[in-house]
């Protein structure tokens, strides 16, 4: 079903446009050629029937009533076309890795985290306006997330880098925390900060704040909002 899925798609973007949304909202056409150049790789194409795969037995097993048998083949009764757009998505993040769109994120010196207020020029008679930041590299921030005055810096960022969760580690040595079995685990702020303010383990700790790229297969020991338990 997998394969058939993905023909099927192929054929489809031959003749329909697959979009890419950029980082101000606006669509970008992604190129005919580009399609074919993931879709006719073998290791590409292979990791998108695995995709498929997946999804469809994630769905038998579910919802195991929507489907039929044909001899040793799985048969759906309804809309299994619905899975074939994971192809459209796998293009799209390939896309997004080969062509990165990069801003300015203000960063806490101390966690690495982006949840950061700065001192500011404002217009207070104009809505407080914003006029200007103090200077590039601020000295007299806060950080939410470490709780803590800090020096802020700007640093360029791909805009598809997010905040996946926080671990502990030492301050001097970034040794993670006793309590980190792995250190591919990923926490919730709320359990990174019971680690923190935990006195039964020596050492002097801080809260790290872990980025999509920081770690390659990463453990979440949470679910949801690594900001809101």
Not at 48 to 54: A, D, G, Q, Y
Not at 65 to 86: H, K, R, T
Not at 185 to 206: E, I, S
Request: aromatic fraction near 10%; hydrophobic fraction near 35%.
């Amino acid at each position: 079903m997998s394969e058939q899925l993905f023909e099927m798609r192929g054929e489809d973007l031959q003749n329909s446009t697959l979009y890419h949304e950029d980082q101000h909202g606006d669509n970008q056409v992604i190129s005919q050629e580009y399609i074919d150049s993931v879709l006719l790789d073998p290791a590409h194409s292979a990791a998108i029937k695995e995709r498929l795969r997946v999804a469809v037995l994630a769905d038998v097993q579910a919802r195991p009533d929507e489907y039929d048998m044909n001899g040793s083949e799985y048969v759906y009764s309804g809309d299994i076309y619905d899975y074939a757009y994971l192809v459209d998505h796998y293009i799209q993040d390939e896309y997004v890795r080969d062509h990165p769109e990069f801003h300015t994120v203000f960063q806490c010196s101390n966690c690495g985290s982006d949840n950061v207020q700065v001192k500011a020029w404002v217009r207070p008679n104009e809505g407080a306006k914003l006029v200007d930041y103090l200077t590039d590299q601020v000295t007299d921030g806060f950080c939410d997330d470490c709780q803590q005055h800090v020096n802020t810096d700007t640093v360029e960022m791909n805009v598809q880098e997010k905040v996946i969760g926080f671990q502990v580690c030492n301050a001097n040595t970034e040794q993670p925390h006793p309590k980190m079995l792995d250190n591919k685990m990923v926490y919730n702020l709320l359990d990174a900060d019971a680690m923190l303010r935990d006195l039964t383990t020596d050492g002097d700790w801080k809260l790290k704040t872990i980025w999509t790229a920081d770690i390659m297969d990463p453990v979440k020991m949470f679910s949801g909002d690594p900001r809101n338990a």
